[in-house]
């Protein structure tokens, strides 16, 4: 061979560059396969529960702004205006006390439920498509990611069996309760991350815990001692983990802590040698889990409760919103084996909290029983009887009628933070519950070699069913005047300035709040639907006080009468205007008794402007 032939790499470089490129590239892709094939399982079951939700919330997707949930439409548009203000922070145009509603008091987002974290994460969606899109895309997300993170929480945590793991995690996201829920309540089904707090509370647990001991030869005990450092990194997580939550859906967080700590006490009266070992540290753990969290939460706590626009108190009555005793035997109206005539049982389809039906029931207490004496099955015994029973609220009512017999949560009732909590809304405590006792039934089943191996599972599956849920029932809606989606809005008022839509939203009617939704929030509106300090004595209430213009507008688009305009309603509506600050008054073409609005605003204001389909004022 010549000394003069050229060496690989002097002969041709760059396709040493290129051979060590695919040599890289390789490993990675070949990792990549490995992992899909190791976690293909899992994959499937995020898969099913993810055409499951696509399937339930189908109803929303062929055009998301021009349809909506039929059974709560009101609430569906709050919330896609919470999502529109929320992606605001992505233009740096946000804060706790928004102005962009309620104007000029604002409105305090705290003490709303906002979904706030939740609005900032999908801020790109909103922005590019809009938050009916949003709104749409995390109703479904909800229901999968729910069931999903339940799932793996019992296959990993539990080490159970991927098929019950799999029940389990679906009985967890698409429950009746979740399903009920699903009808714009996006901060009651936003539950994915309960799981990982049970995760971290476990892992912090079994971090505190010493064992139980080893004897030597003299006959002294010795101890390995608590892992200092899984405990930290536990705390730590859990903090993180409660602090979205907080921004995401409070009332979850709060339920969840509820059932932890009756969950917390059982386990240690059933286990006493683990409670003497571990306390200590799983408190110190807790404290400093705390401690992390209001490090970051103590401002926005404080907002909430006595910042400006702040409520301490909750708006609902607990004696209207307590579970009757009837509906827990009783199917879901969206299961299908359920009647619409058990809606009677509850205050609306957004709360059919309890309806698991007597069936599953039925399975849940023998699977119980059959567990045996496993602690876990204890401590879920006796969360599943505390929260179902504070469900019922200040007083048992069955079958619809009030019983006088004083119910658990009276004891509680009047509490600080507890009296905002729905006491029917304890109920959806007992999904992961009951699913639990079922998830355990089912694997112990499956390690078996006996007739239960097949009758269990059967049983279990036979039970869920008749609450098998069914698609959410939608209903088309009006499209957004083109005066707003076409942009020509900026013609009357600047961004960030008050435009008064005519008539004005209330909470019962809060369809013009779509006009700043579609907006992407680039302008305030006066009054709306919120909760607010407007009750008697600064107490929450739904909305504000009516200003006599928006009064009269109101009665003329409920009854389309022309009322007799005088000096005194022109003064008082440029008083109501400065009020407000508004730069624009706006009435639509599809406004309800459109004439003889028009005809009251123009006595009111003088001679509109034409713009696009709307008809404008200055003020």
């Known amino acids: 061979m010549s000394s003069a032939a050229p060496t690989a790499p002097d002969a041709a470089p760059e396709q040493a560059f ?67 203000v929320d992606a605001r922070a992505l233009l740096g145009d946000f804060d706790l006390l928004t102005d962009r509603l309620n104007a000029p008091d604002g409105v ?33 997300a909800n229901l999968a990611g729910t069931a999903l993170a339940w799932y793996l929480l019992f296959h990993r945590t539990l080490r159970t069996r991927r098929v019950a793991a799999a029940l389990g995690g679906g ?11 699903t009808n714009s309540h996006l901060h009651m089904t936003a539950q994915w991350l309960v799981p990982v707090i049970v995760w971290l509370v476990v892992r912090l647990l079994r971090a505190a815990d010493p064992g139980p001991g080893t004897t030597d030869e003299t006959g002294h005990t010795r101890t390995t001692g608590p892992d200092r450092r899984r405990m930290l990194t536990s705390a730590a997580g859990l903090a993180g983990a409660v602090t979205a939550q ?53 401002y926005p ?21 307590s579970a009757d005793l009837s509906s827990w035997w009783t199917l879901s109206p969206l299961s299908v084996a359920g009647s619409d005539e058990s809606a009677r049982l509850t205050t609306g389809p957004a709360e059919y909290n309890t309806f698991l039906g007597w069936p599953l029931l039925l399975v849940a207490a023998v699977c119980a029983v059959r567990a045996g ?8 015994v006796v969360a599943g009887l505390v929260m179902g029973a504070l469900s019922l609220g200040p007083e048992v009512v069955l079958g619809g009628t009030r019983t006088a017999i004083p ?38 089943a499956l390690r078996s070699s006996g007739r239960a191996r097949r009758l269990v599972p059967l049983a ?112 008082q509506a440029a008083r109501d205007a400065d009020f407000w600050g508004a730069s624009c008054v706006a009435l639509t073409d599809d406004a309800p008794h459109a004439d003889s609005l028009r005809a009251t605003l123009e006595q009111l204001y003088g001679p509109p402007t034409r713009i696009a389909d709307a008809w404008t004022w200055r003020v």
């Open 171 to 181: 009985l967890c996201g698409f429950g009746p309760g979740m399903i009920s829920q």
């Open 108 to 140: 305090n987002l705290m003490a709303n439920t906002t979904v706030i974290a939740l609005g900032i994460l999908f801020a790109p969606v909103t922005l590019l498509l809009g938050a009916p899109v949003t709104f749409a895309l995390l109703a479904a």
């Open 407 to 444: 119910g658990p949560y009276a004891l509680i009732g009047g509490l600080p933070v507890v009296d905002g909590a729905l006491p029917m809304r304890f109920a959806l405590a007992l999904l992961p519950i009951v699913a639990t006792l079922l998830v355990l039934a089912v694997d112990q």
């Open 373 to 380: 004496r496993r602690r876990l099955v204890f401590a879920c």
């Open 246 to 298: 907080v921004f995401i859906g409070e009332e979850v967080l709060f339920l969840a802590a509820i059932t932890l700590l009756v969950m917390a006490i059982s386990y240690a009266v059933a286990d006493r040698d683990l409670a003497r070992r571990a306390l200590p540290g799983f408190v110190g753990g807790l404290a400093i889990a705390a401690g992390l969290a209001l490090l970051v939460l103590g």
């Open 301 to 321: 706590l404080w907002f909430q409760f006595a910042g400006p626009q702040g409520v301490a108190d909750g708006m609902f009555t607990p004696a209207y919103f």
């Open 18 to 84: 290129r051979l060590a490129d695919q040599v890289n590239r390789r490993p990675r892709a070949t990792r990549l396969l490995a992992a899909v094939r190791r976690h293909r399982a899992d994959l499937l079951a995020a898969l099913i529960f993810a055409m499951l939700a696509g399937w339930l919330t189908h109803g929303l997707w062929p055009d998301p702004g021009g349809r909506i949930l039929a059974l709560n439409p009101e609430d569906q548009t709050l919330y896609e205006w919470f999502l529109a």
């Open 460 to 571: 279990v599956g036979v039970a869920l069913l008749p609450i098998f849920p069914t698609p959410l029932p939608t209903a088309g809606r009006p499209a957004v005047p083109e005066f707003i989606t076409g942009g020509h809005w900026r013609q009357c008022v600047t961004p960030g300035g008050v435009l008064v839509p005519v008539p004005l939203p209330t909470p019962k009617e809060p369809w013009p709040m779509r006009w700043a939704t579609a907006a992407d929030a680039g302008f305030g509106l006066p009054e709306g639907f919120f909760i607010g300090p407007y009750g008697r004595g600064g107490t929450a209430a739904m909305g504000t006080f009516k200003q006599p213009t928006s009064a009269l507008l109101a009665d003329v688009a409920r009854r389309g009468d022309q009322p007799a305009i005088g000096d005194e309603q022109r003064r």
